[in-house]
Antibody, heavy 124, light 109 residues
């Protein structure tokens, strides 16, 4: 079935880095734009980043621009989020999600498939 | 990138209809028909309920409908059921990024 599985989260110290992974299955990964969305404990959803289906275009929320990097490998069916200079404000559940739009230069239509999330906790 | 404005809570009795508003600006909701709505039950991942303002994904009940007027988008749930009790988030494209609303807790009385 169509599925996304995140991994790579953990408990890390402030100032360190992590690379989160998202592994898709059950659909043609290379045809879809992909997003990362995070949710701090007890808080609402926050959009983080999107990457086009071909990896050529990337956009970020102002809150993470310059510290986070989204990337993908369509040959190996993997999406990543590199998170650097972590602070307490980055503590959250991180979800990867598939955009509704397929093989189009536009994204942000909606996110129709979500993973179960991976938790990042920044603590000294 | 200011968050879209949603009411913190909305409640209704079984069988009733409720509407959740989502107010943005001319930089997001007011300029693009790229508003989506998500349902999230406690401890679960979000689920897409509406996209492109009015479109409903396959498998989503037709009791859920979306609309937009000016800078405000709305999600209406008709024939409210116990299983609809959850948090609901709107989301809009916003000049090269995306922004969520703060979320609305729907309570079925």
């Amino acid at each position: 079935q169509v599925q996304l599985v995140e991994s790579g989260g953990g408990v890390v110290q402030p100032g360190t880095s992590l690379r989160l992974s998202c592994t898709p299955s059950g659909f043609n990964f290379r045809a879809y734009a992909m997003h990362w969305v995070r949710q701090a404990p007890g808080k609402g959803l926050e959009w983080v980043a999107v990457i086009s289906y071909d990896g050529h275009n990337k956009y970020y929320a102002d809150s993470v621009k310059g510290r986070y990097a989204i990337s993908r490998d369509n040959s190996n069916n993997t999406l990543w989020l590199q998170v650097n200079s972590l602070g307490a404000e980055d503590t959250a559940m991180y979800y990867c999600a598939r955009d509704v739009a397929r093989l189009t230069g536009s994204y942000f239509y909606g996110m129709d498939v979500w993973g179960q999330g991976t938790t990042v906790t920044v603590s000294s | 990138q200011s968050a879209l404005t949603q009411p913190a809570s909305v409640s209704g009795s079984p069988g009733q209809s409720i509407t959740i508003s989502c107010t943005g600006t001319s930089s997001d909701v007011g300029s693009y028909n790229l508003v989506s709505w998500y349902q999230q039950h406690p401890g679960k991942s979000p689920k897409l309920m509406i996209y492109e303002v009015t479109k409903r994904p396959s498998g989503v009940s037709n009791r859920f409908s979306g609309s937009k007027s000016g800078h405000t988008a709305s999600l209406t749930i008709s024939g409210l059921q116990a299983e609809d009790e959850a948090d609901y988030y709107c989301c809009s494209y916003a000049d090269g990024t995306s922004v969520f609303g703060g979320g609305t807790k729907v309570t079925v009385l």
